[in-house]
């Protein structure tokens, strides 16, 4: 299998069908081809443990030790211990990780590959749910998959959690009155059954429970995770990037939570009292909708992109500016105009580094200060003579494009690539585009509307979650 040669449709030939029928809301399976299978299996390193443990990662992007490594093959071996290996790197997994950024940017934030290494009579993960839309792709030997149905999609937020986990909230504990967990069949025996042989493909949807049990030979399974980011969740961050990020587009969203948004809060009503006369006081005639969809506009969910190899290291991922354009990773607008204004995202935070006097490596990082979620962690790297453009842009917060390209107008190379690489942070939800006070004055009706603007950089549904 060529770099980059694959493609979501040799997995599920009907994606759009797929989305259609089966996207959180049932399973999908299917038996994938001889050929693909031996191209699956040739970029996980022919199924070989000690091989794949050197290409996968821990949490905090570190490699397995050789000691580890030697350890988790005898607990394999010895004690049946399955493998659970979430960051898997090999050629293989790079372009699982590649073909759906491609098919599902527009639909989840976070993207990840990982592994399952078990043995016949080996560990049984009984009875759970996740919280991400899981893939599993099994390579070699075969497993047992049994499922029960959640009672509807997962339109809330949904965590990973045992079958009879106890609630850690009363939110939680509501959600029971539909459980499963409250009226488990006798048995399960209403449980669907998959039985998944080398070369099986099944998808879940979040908050569906399963029980997954190795049968015969030694089991080795591809685990592609793409994490569900509700609404609800992402509103949650959105308020507090903008109460937390300094005046400039908060006062409105402030007035709220009143002045001190920041202090301790006191035992009692965190709202005024009076909600939309504290608003019209600190914003004119604007309604809390309105504020609540200006925070959602300006704090967008960062979308991922395709990480290219020769700047990559594991979870520290990144490619060159030229790599993207070419991956086609650009705002639809075919330029911006001068008189253009770009924000950064309230969530993003952008710094600036020269490597070897002539490449600007921009690091891009959206990491939760509620949950310490990573949303973004990206390297894009481009022409050092950029840099004074970028870093002007970083200080203010918001520049004009004339703004920015007088500060790089040194050939009309320079000024080019400056272009695309705001083009690829527009894309990419790093950076918003600022309705044009003619647009914004008339967006209720006639010319100057800018829903079009806005339409183009509506935000993925997705942040990064970890593994089950």
């Not at 200060?369 to 790297?381: C, E, G, N, T, W």
Request: charged share 20%.
């Amino acid at each position: 299998m060529a770099a980059g040669a694959l493609h979501i449709t040799d997995l599920i030939p009907d994606w759009p069908a797929f989305l259609r029928d089966h996207w959180n809301q049932r399973p999908y399976s299917r038996a994938l081809g001889k050929e693909l299978l031996e191209c699956l299996l040739d970029g996980f390193k022919d199924g070989d443990t000690a091989e794949l443990l050197c290409a996968c990662r821990k949490a905090d992007n570190a490699r397995y030790t050789p000691e580890e490594r030697d350890e988790m093959e005898r607990d394999l071996e010895t004690s049946g211990v399955t493998l659970n290996l979430p960051y898997c790197f090999s050629r293989g997994a790079q372009e699982l990780e590649a073909a759906f950024v491609d098919a599902c940017g527009e639909r989840v934030n976070d993207i990840e590959v990982g592994l399952y290494i078990s043995r016949t009579g080996g560990d049984v993960a009984e009875w759970h749910c996740d919280a991400v839309h899981n893939f599993t792709i099994q390579l070699r030997g075969s497993k047992e998959w049994q499922h029960l149905a959640a009672t509807k999609p997962a339109t809330a937020d949904v965590t990973s959690r045992g079958l009879f986990d106890r609630a850690r909230n009363r939110a939680e504990q509501l959600a029971e009155k539909d459980s499963l967990a409250r009226a488990v069949p006798q048995g399960f025996t209403g449980a669907e059954r998959f039985d998944l042989i080398a070369g099986s493909l099944l998808y879940l949807p979040p908050g569906h429970w399963h029980r997954v049990t190795p049968v015969v030979g030694n089991s080795l399974s591809i685990d592609v995770r793409l994490g569900h980011l509700s609404a609800g969740k992402w509103l949650c961050e959105a308020i507090y990037a903008q109460l937390g990020g300094g005046d400039r587009g908060s006062s409105s969203l402030r007035s709220l939570f009143g002045p001190d948004s920041g202090l301790m809060l006191p035992m009692g009503p965190v709202l005024a009292p009076d909600l939309h006369g504290a608003v019209v006081g600190a914003a004119g005639d604007l309604s809390a909708a309105t504020l609540l969809r200006e925070t959602l506009v300006f704090c967008p969910v960062p979308r991922p992109l395709p990480c290219e190899p020769a700047h990559s290291d594991g979870l520290n991922r990144g490619a060159s500016i030229g790599w993207l354009e070419a991956r086609g990773c650009l705002s639809s607008r075919s330029a911006l105009i001068s008189s253009d204004e770009v924000v950064i995202s309230k969530m993003v935070a952008i710094s600036l580094s020269v490597r070897d006097g002539t490449a600007l490596v921009v690091r891009l990082l959206a990491s939760s200060p509620l949950s310490a979620m990573d949303y973004l962690r990206f390297a894009v790297v481009c022409d050092a003579q950029l840099q004074p453009a970028l870093a002007r842009l970083i200080a203010d917060g918001r520049a004009t494009v004339s703004c920015l390209t007088e500060l790089v107008r040194k050939t009309a190379l320079t000024t080019a690539s400056l272009m695309v690489l705001l083009r690829c942070l527009v894309f990419a939800n790093v950076l918003i585009v600022a309705p044009r006070p003619a647009e914004s004055a008339h967006s209720s009706g006639g010319g100057g509307s800018t829903e079009g603007l806005v339409a183009e950089r509506r935000p993925a549904k997705r942040g990064r979650q970890a593994p089950a």
